[in-house]
Nanobody, 129 residues
Framework: QVQLVESGGGLVQAGGSLRLSCAAS???????VGWFRQAPGKEREFVAA??????????YYSESVKGRFTISRDTAKNTVYLQMNSLKPEDTAVYYC?????????????????????WGQGTLVTVSS
């Protein structure tokens, strides 16, 4: 059983940066870890996902964040990061990380409601204009 805990959210001005962390406990090898977000009054949406093997890393991004956000992982710390640059007010949302056996691309084309093997509790990101 994978358990996830997000951190790193906060208040930032438009154009600024934040780095979110998703710390995993349990065995994550073979899982895809993804970031999702949910703005007030809106459905949860996919942001980015990452999977890895001994030989390669695969990532996938939503079009709305491609070029601004970067997902990465530190296997020693069992942590997945989401580096968010050039933040916009429309990036304001609760950000969740989730883990599943689906590939990053498959996770990216899922539709809400998302049914994943594990979810974190979420961390709030507020971008002021």
């Amino acid at each position: 059983q994978v358990q996830l805990v997000e951190s790193g959210g906060g208040l930032v001005q438009a154009g600024g940066s934040l780095r979110l962390s998703c710390a995993a406990s349990g065995r994550t090898f073979g899982y895809t870890v993804g970031w999702f977000r949910q703005a007030p009054g809106k459905e949860r949406e996919f942001v980015a996902a990452i999977s890895w093997t001994w030989f390669s890393i695969t990532t996938y991004y939503s079009e709305s964040v491609k070029g601004r956000f970067t997902i990465s992982r530190d296997t020693a710390k069992n942590t997945v990061y989401l580096q968010m640059n050039s933040l916009k007010p429309e990036d304001t949302a609760v950000y969740y990380c989730g883990a599943d056996r689906a590939s990053p691309q498959a996770m990216g084309i899922m539709s809400a409601p998302y049914v994943l093997d594990a979810w974190g509790q979420g961390t709030l990101v507020t971008v002021s204009s």
